[in-house]
């Protein structure tokens, strides 16, 4: 597609379960990314992918939280056992090579909001 | 560690009147600065970006913002608001290759 793709674009989950978000970026990116917007806050940065390899993963807020991208291309945030604090709206990104200060311009998906009741 | 302060979560301009957001950054080492804006339902988009080229940075639809580092400052401005520029901005920073750190947002009203 023409742009960063992201599914499903809502979830409603009941806490405690499992939720995996999609998504497909730019054809040919290698850098992919997922950050997360909670309501009137700033995007967190969460991990941050090179290819298949996760350099920065740092910005995953605890062990229930992880990702994994294949081929290249589409990637999954899987959220384990969902907790009300992690309603929010979870952003996928990607650029052609690495983004930000290394100057490749960095395109964002429209987000899956999450709510956990 | 370098982050970003926006000043005011909301601002109000009548259609035809300046817009000014502000943003304000703290880093150690010359910065890589950036605006994004979020139409409603949208994702975000790169209005411009600062690389130390030139202080005053031209973006697209209208917008610019002057680097001063004097100021630490990355304000936003367009001439004149139209309604189709209602949304929320984003300024950003850069601290590492790929990374973006993000200010928490302002949102722009248009009043016609």
């Known amino acids: 597609g023409a742009g960063v793709s992201q599914s499903p674009s809502n979830k409603v989950t009941e806490k405690g379960k499992d939720v995996e978000l999609r998504c497909d970026p730019i054809?040919?990116?290698?850098?992919l990314y997922w950050y997360r917007q909670r309501l009137g806050q700033g995007l967190e940065f969460l991990i941050y992918f090179q290819g298949n390899s996760a350099p920065d993963k740092s910005g995953l807020p605890s062990d229930r939280f992880s990702a994994e991208r294949t081929g290249e291309s589409v990637s999954t945030l899987t959220i384990q056992r969902t907790q009300q604090e992690d309603s929010a709206v979870y952003l996928c990104a990607s650029s052609l090579s690495a983004g930000g200060k290394a100057g490749n311009t960095i395109y964002f998906g429209e987000g899956s909001w999450l709510t956990v009741v | 560690a370098q982050s970003v302060t926006q000043l005011g979560s909301h601002v109000s301009v009548s259609e035809g009147a300046l817009v000014l957001l502000r943003c304000n950054y703290s880093?150690?080492?010359?910065?890589?600065l950036f605006w994004y804006v979020q139409y409603p339902n949208q994702g975000l988009q790169l209005l411009l970006k600062?690389?130390?080229?030139?202080?005053l940075v031209k973006g697209i639809n209208g917008f610019e913002a002057e680097f001063k580092k004097s100021e630490t400052s990355f304000h936003l401005t367009k001439p004149s608001a139209h309604m189709s520029d209602a949304a929320e901005y984003f300024c950003a920073v850069s601290p590492s290759s790929y990374k973006l750190i993000f200010g928490s947002g302002t949102r722009l009203l248009v009043r016609p």
């Open positions: 880093s150690s080492v010359p910065p890589y």
């Open positions: 054809s040919g990116h290698t850098a």
């Open positions: 600062y690389t130390s080229a030139a202080t």
